[in-house]
């Protein structure tokens, strides 16, 4: 693969509103290589969640383009796989079919129903979701719905995952379990190149721990990214041994003097 | 004082000494609490009657009001018949409900079933298109500012206006009579499906977006169980309208049916017929109300939107 598997040339967003025209975001300049982890952070309100929309194609820029390998995003698509912040499960189907909707959008016209069960049951398995799978949303637990959602997203074989605050709305150690079930998953496995994603999140730890790169936002109105910071942690990484090291903290440090220091806000 | 009699003061009082009933959503059993006491001895015992006691006790006290009151009023004079007369009158009624005598003299049971069988074919025919057209409604922002006043200023017309138009159209009682029914039954129908449509929340059209799913597959899997609960509701409303509006064409188209069976026994002057009529389209508007609240559970997918 080559240098820039995502890229995302001069983006600027415009919103109409009511008081006039309000600018979101301004010359984002992005580019993303294959089997990178890349989270961007910010503050609430710095127009994150609205880049990745731009990306998923719920969102059209009014100016700038978006090549995902090489082919312009000019709407939603399923070759990108996207993880919403609340889960957003279908609450009449079952974990399984939520899945297996997503697996037979992708897959329909090449495979028979028998292959494409087998690929859902594989998504549900791979997040240890396998024994709830006939399970409906509101039996389970809000991580696991988040992980159906991870399962939903993985089944596609999407070119890039999209996680917009996957773990947001879970407890502290509910979510600690999943960030590390996600490296897994997201890793250079014997027959995979590890997948490309691009996170949002506003929790530096997370940032640090998952990502390659860490890309900073500055607050908006007129949002763009400040810095980007190299996370040359090697990997596979261990929450607890990691959080001891001094690399580790310089990295953290420095987000947090981005965030705090720099980017500091009102008190909103 | 004295003309009213010792059972009215009797269940007067007890009405009185009752315990309030305990408020509670009727899915809770109180058994529960019961069986959790019999597992641990408590640590104290406070007497107590069941719980399910006052709630038992209350309709039949509200029932025993009710023919208390009604009782009174046969009594103070005028052609009220008494509950008992009635009562009496309506086993006679009900012991062959279904004969036929010529067109205009039939069994209460004929009446309602065709009552029931023009409800049933109005209520159809506007289910068949009010809920296709409550969709286009609510998918479709032009379509619903293009219906948004006509509905408006139709809506809040009294169904039986639209009589006169069904004769003149139809020519005739009994197509007339359904078509009233069509009409006060679409009004529900299209507002409550069109409703559904907009409350549809946008996290599930951002799954559908995504994924990018083809129209039949968003229609199927969530457009149409999304917006269920809510075509259920009108059309629980559109029954209920549907069952009010049946009695009062009837009673002007005539033929068979509860409503012309009401007029009918009026012009005989048998009010006990009239009042067995009441109560029979009470309880088969509450059968049919009580039918649509089981359809209605049993397609809610509760606390599912939330968390």
Request: charged share 15%; with cysteine.
């Amino acid at each position: 693969m080559n240098g820039k598997y995502l890229e995302i040339d001069q983006v600027n967003m415009v919103f109409d509103t009511k008081k006039g025209p309000f600018c979101a975001l301004q010359g984002i300049k992005l580019e993303i290589r294959a089997g990178e982890f890349v989270s961007l952070i910010g503050h609430s309100g710095c127009g994150k969640s609205t880049l990745l929309n731009i990306v998923a194609g719920l969102l059209r820029p009014s100016a700038g383009n978006i090549l995902l390998a090489e082919r312009e995003i000019r709407g939603p698509g399923p070759d990108r796989g996207v993880v919403f912040q609340n889960h957003s499960l279908l609450p009449w189907l079952t974990c399984f079919e939520n899945v297996y909707l997503a697996a037979e959008r992708v897959f329909a016209s090449t495979e028979d129903s028998a292959r494409m069960r087998e690929r859902t049951a594989k998504a549900l398995d791979m997040v240890h979701l396998d024994h709830a799978m006939h399970k409906y949303p509101h039996e389970i637990s809000g991580g696991m719905k988040q992980r159906v959602g991870i399962a939903r997203a993985l089944s596609m074989e999407p070119k890039i995952l999209l996680l917009d605050e996957p773990f947001g709305a879970l407890d502290a150690l509910t979510r600690a379990h999943l960030q590390d079930e996600l490296m897994r998953i997201v890793a250079p496995g014997a027959n995979s190149a590890g997948s490309t994603v691009l996170m949002v999140t506003h929790d530096v730890d997370e940032a640090v721990l998952l990502s390659d790169r860490v890309v900073m936002m500055t607050n908006g109105p007129a949002a763009t990214i400040g810095e980007i910071i190299e996370i040359d942690l090697p990997r596979p990484r261990q929450r607890l041994a990691l959080a001891s090291t001094l690399r580790y903290m310089a990295l953290r440090s420095a987000l947090l003097e981005f965030l705090y220091h720099k980017q500091m806000r009102e008190a909103a | 004082m004295s003309a009213i009699p010792a059972p009215f003061m009797q269940s007067l009082k007890s009405a009185l000494v009752a315990p309030p009933p305990v408020h509670q959503p009727a899915r809770l059993k109180p058994a529960m609490n019961e069986s959790q006491v019999a597992d641990e001895p408590p640590l104290y015992v406070r007497a107590k009657a069941p719980e399910w006691l006052p709630r038992l006790i209350a309709p039949l006290i509200g029932f025993g009001l009710f023919l208390a009151f009604w009782e009174a009023l046969s009594k103070a004079g005028g052609q009220l018949p008494s509950p008992l007369s009635t009562w009496h009158s309506a086993m006679d009624v009900f012991s062959n409900p279904f004969y036929k005598k010529g067109p205009n003299d039939q069994g209460i049971g004929w009446n309602v079933l065709t009552s029931l069988g023009r409800v049933g074919i109005g209520f159809g025919a506007a289910a068949a298109v009010g809920i296709p057209l409550g969709f286009m409604i609510g998918r479709f922002r032009f379509l619903s500012d293009m219906a948004a006043p006509i509905i408006s200023i139709l809506k809040p017309v009294s169904p039986l206006a639209w009589l006169p138009i069904g004769l003149m159209v139809f020519k005739a009682a009994n197509p007339a009579a359904i078509y009233v029914i069509f009409v006060c039954s679409l009004w529900p129908m299209i507002v409550n499906t069109a409703v559904g449509v907009r409350q549809i929340p946008q996290d599930y059209l951002n799954v559908a977006r995504v994924l990018n799913l083809s129209e039949w597959k968003v229609f199927t899997r969530i457009l149409f169980p999304a917006v269920l609960p809510y075509m259920i509701t009108g059309v629980r409303l559109s029954v209920g309208v549907a069952w009010l509006v049946i009695v009062a064409a009837e009673m002007l188209t005539g033929g068979v049916g509860i409503g012309f069976w009401v007029w009918d026994e009026w012009n005989n002057l048998n009010v006990q017929h009239i009042i067995i009529a009441i109560f029979t389209v009470g309880i088969v508007g509450l059968a049919l109300e009580q039918f649509m609240m089981l359809l209605a559970r049993r397609f809610s997918y509760d606390d599912g939107r939330q968390s």
